[in-house]
Every structure is written in C-alpha cells, then in structure tokens.
C-alpha cells in the first residue's frame, strides 16, 4: 500500500471517529450546547485534530447528517429488490426505515430533530435543506412510479403522499422517543401500511 493510500485511509477513519463521536454528543445535548472539545474528549483525539479534519462545528453537523442519511441508504437498499414494484418497494423501505431506527436511536434524534438548521449559517443552512428536499424528491419518485403503473389510486398527488408518509415515520418514532420507550418497528409499520398505504391500491377500475 502506498503512503498516499494509506494517509487517505487514516483521514477517513479519523473522520468517522469524530463524526461518530459528534453523533453521540448531538444526540444528547443538541447542536447549540454541543461544544468541539467534547467531541474530541468523547472521541479521545486532540482538540487540534479534531479542527484538521472539519474547519467548523457546522461542518461537523452537516457531515454527521451525511454519514446517517448515507447509513439508513445503504440499510434499505439491501432490502429493495430491483423486480419489487414501486408500491412493494415503498412499503419495503418504509418498514427498512422504521427498523434501522429503532434500533440506532441517537441517530434518529440528529437526523430529526433537524430544527437546529436554523442555528447554521446561510450556506450550511441551504445543503441541509437541499438534502432534506432530495429525500422528499426520491420517495415522491416512487408514488409517480407506483401512479404510473396503476398501483395506486389515480388522483393521488406524489408529493403529498411522501410527504404524509414521511410525517408519519417521524411522528411515531418520536413518540416512542419521547415516551422513552423501545420502538416496535413492525408494530408501527403495520399500522401505517394497513391505515395508509393499502388504502392507496387501486382497484384497477
């Protein structure tokens, strides 16, 4: 392995550290009253190191939301078969969702609770909201997909319906959260796919 290989593995495992660290910090105290020199004590590294890899702690945040969103993808779409229709694979990845985090919690709460936008600058502030817009974009994908294929009722709008279901993973996940109760995701996907999305099928009329 070549030294240049070899610094690019070690910066991204530095990296990862203080993301996963950062993750932990924000889940508990939020953005605002997370300070750098806890991550790095959380992280045993360096203050100095920390601000090598990441210039603010808006980078660190924004990064932290990368790295969840990148995480929950890469979960689902283990479970997302390419001959599932875009109805199955909505519910499919709705149920991936809900089990992914329940059982990483503190990544739910940054990933949420994602209010502490407002907190980052101007330019921050757009990526997390151009982020934040693609996840609605991809699932409003599959509701134009599944409309497409008849799969579900023909005046349903795309983009309500992911919005609405989006609505309703975070609501119930935070309840539980909330409540400090364990998350039962099959529970909860039951009652989102029987009072929800079945309702959406098309009779084929």
Excluded: C, W
């Excluded at 990296?15 to 790095?40: D, L, N, P, R, V």
């Excluded at 990483?104 to 997390?128: G, H, N």
């Excluded at 008849?150 to 119930?172: G, H, R, Y």
């Amino acid at each position: 392995m070549s030294a240049r290989k070899k610094s690019k593995i070690d910066k991204a495992k530095q990296q990862q550290k203080i993301i996963h660290s950062a993750i932990k910090i924000f889940s508990k105290k939020g953005y605002t009253k997370t300070t750098i020199e806890e991550i790095a004590k959380n992280a045993k590294i360096a203050k100095g190191l920390v601000y090598y890899y990441f210039k603010t702690k808006e980078e660190i945040y924004l990064e932290s939301l990368n790295s969840i969103r990148s995480q929950m993808k890469a979960y689902v779409d283990k479970y997302t078969e390419k001959e599932q229709n875009a109805f199955e694979k909505i519910r499919v990845r709705t149920k991936k969702i809900l089990e992914f985090f329940s059982n990483k919690q503190d990544l739910f709460i940054v990933f949420a609770y994602q209010d502490q936008v407002k907190k980052l600058s101007e330019k921050q502030k757009k990526k997390a909201i151009e982020n934040f817009f693609k996840q609605i974009s991809e699932l409003t994908d599959y509701f134009k997909i599944a409309k497409e294929e008849k799969l579900i009722i023909s005046n349903a709008d795309p983009e309500s319906l992911s919005l609405m279901l989006f609505a309703q993973v975070n609501i119930f996940m935070s309840y539980a959260i909330l409540k400090k109760q364990k998350m039962d995701p099959e529970k909860i996907f039951k009652q989102i796919d029987k009072y929800f999305l079945q309702s959406l099928k098309s009779t084929g009329k």
